[in-house]
């Protein structure tokens, strides 16, 4: 199965507040409620490449995640807090939960970097995420796409996992993906 993925606009916010209302995007990615004009205040800003960060919903013959991604030295505070001015960083989730521990998580990863990190962020050869400790399923999906955690740090008070991957490195999803669990 292909993924594929189209810049957020508008139309989305509906379904990001929805997605990160839900109890296992909750956990980990939004911990406090947001309404859908919290989101769109939030969201809406990004849309359209008026910020560092591009944002993209991904498909699998419909929506199921967002992910987003940004140069480190274009937030210098998140740059520090990394130790990282090199690179690009990812945040992304699984929105639907149907798409949940089917390998769709390793899948996206490898697909964003190849399809549209590489293009858009020319010239960057790392990339870097940071799930929290405590969340092991995106922890074991970062490592089955390449990942490899670096250092531990502390983000808005949880304690986090940055892993990188070189960028050079191969991006093909492979025969891993069709079993995964991740």
Do not use: K
């Not at 990942?147 to 008070?157: A, M, N, S, V």
């Amino acid at each position: 199965m292909s993924i594929t993925f189209r810049p957020l606009d508008m139309s989305d916010m509906p379904r990001l507040a929805a997605w990160l209302m839900a109890p296992h995007v909750r956990q980990f990615y939004q911990p406090a409620p947001i309404t859908l004009d919290e989101v769109t205040a939030e969201y809406a800003p990004m849309i359209g490449e008026r910020t560092p960060t591009i944002c993209h919903i991904a498909y699998a013959g419909e929506p199921f995640a967002y992910v987003q991604s940004y140069r480190n030295r274009a937030y210098p505070d998140w740059a520090a807090l990394i130790e990282a001015h090199d690179g690009i960083s990812l945040d992304l989730f699984i929105g639907d939960q149907a798409f949940l521990h089917r390998g769709f998580g390793r899948a996206l990863i490898l697909a964003y970097l190849r399809e549209v990190a590489l293009a858009h962020f020319a010239g960057e050869t790392r990339a870097y995420i940071a799930p929290a400790c405590a969340n092991t399923t995106a922890l074991r999906c970062s490592q089955s796409a390449g990942f490899r955690p670096l250092r531990e740090l502390i983000e808005d008070g949880v304690p986090t996992l940055l892993l990188a991957r070189e960028m050079t490195a191969p991006l093909l999803v492979g025969p891993r993906w069709a079993g995964s669990t991740s």
